[in-house]
């Protein structure tokens, strides 16, 4: 039907921890397993450092949770990042606090120690930085790969992988995050502006990755390349009554398909809110 240069008016959901859990399905099967010390080991180096720059943050005066993810290092802090909606400024920083895992699946708590840089939704985006200082225990976060923001244009049907703490509990003690990485779960097209109510998200792409409330602020990454290539911030509603199917999928891959945009995990690109 030709390339879509509208903007989509959409109905959005932003995966912050409701009270009633909702997920999003894409393909015909739903596989988001828990990530337990065994299925670690198992997984390849890209994915494990996945695994280790993912924190579970609990958000005290929203009683949510949500997820963030490591963005880079500086001489005293760590610097993460997640959705606006899930830490929404200073006050809900000093009231956040993350979980994370090390090599040896050891549980760490640390504190979101300041918001260094934000986009709101009413500003066109969905972003949050923010800071936590470094302790040794943390000293694990040295180790993993500095992230790439001058990555190459995804294209359709690249595998994806995300890891979220989705239908966990909001308390400190459980680890419980999840990854999606079925071979459903895959870049569909992008990148476009939505518009929900009368605000709009700018550089949004669209997949087909798994994802449930508490998902919001994971990082979307290319399992091939290693390379993290977005912020997930929510999914389109889906008002049919089926999800994408993995054959429908695959035959409009590479095409306008209207599906994609309407029944779709939306990130927004992680070049274009990348940290000055």
Same mark, same amino acid.
């Given at each position: ?16 921890n409701l009270t009633m859990a909702k997920r999003y399905v894409g393909g015909d099967e739903w596989s988001r397993p828990r990530v337990t010390k065994k299925l670690f080991q198992t997984l390849d180096t890209n994915t494990k450092s996945l695994v280790l720059r993912t924190a ?54 640390? %504190? ?11 500003? =066109? !985006? #969905? /972003? &949050?930085? +923010? ?109 049919? %009554? ?11 891959? =590479? !095409? #306008? /398909? &209207?599906? +994609? ?16």
């Amino acid at each position: 039907m030709g390339k879509i240069k509208i903007i989509l008016i959409l109905t959005l959901i932003l995966l912050s921890n409701l009270t009633m859990a909702k997920r999003y399905v894409g393909g015909d099967e739903w596989s988001r397993p828990r990530v337990t010390k065994k299925l670690f080991q198992t997984l390849d180096t890209n994915t494990k450092s996945l695994v280790l720059r993912t924190a579970k943050v609990v958000n005290k005066i929203k009683r949510k949770i949500g997820t963030a993810f490591l963005y880079q290092e500086e001489l005293e802090h760590y610097i993460f990042l997640t959705n606006y909606h899930v830490i929404s400024g200073e006050k809900e920083c000093s009231e956040s606090s993350l979980l994370l895992i090390n090599e040896d699946h050891n549980k760490i708590v640390a %504190k979101c120690d300041g918001v260094i840089s934000i986009g709101t939704i009413k500003s =066109g !985006s #969905d /972003y &949050l930085y +923010f800071r936590i200082k470094k302790s040794e225990k943390l000293n694990f976060l040295s180790e993993l790969p500095t992230l790439n923001t001058k990555f190459s244009n995804p294209v359709a049907g690249d595998p994806l992988v995300t890891v979220g703490f989705g239908g966990g509990k909001a308390d400190l003690r459980r680890y419980d995050a999840k990854i999606a990485q079925d071979t459903d779960c895959i870049y569909l097209t992008g990148n476009m502006d939505i518009r929900f109510n009368k605000d709009k998200v700018r550089d949004v792409f669209f997949t087909a990755c798994d994802a449930q409330s508490g998902d919001s602020g994971s990082a979307i990454m290319n399992r091939d390349t290693g390379e993290i290539i977005g912020l997930f911030f929510g999914v389109a509603d889906q008002n049919r %009554k089926n999800p994408l199917s993995t054959q429908e999928i695959w035959d409009n891959l =590479g !095409s #306008d /398909y &209207l599906e +994609f945009y309407t029944n779709s995990s939306m990130s927004i690109d992680l070049r274009a809110i990348s940290l000055k």
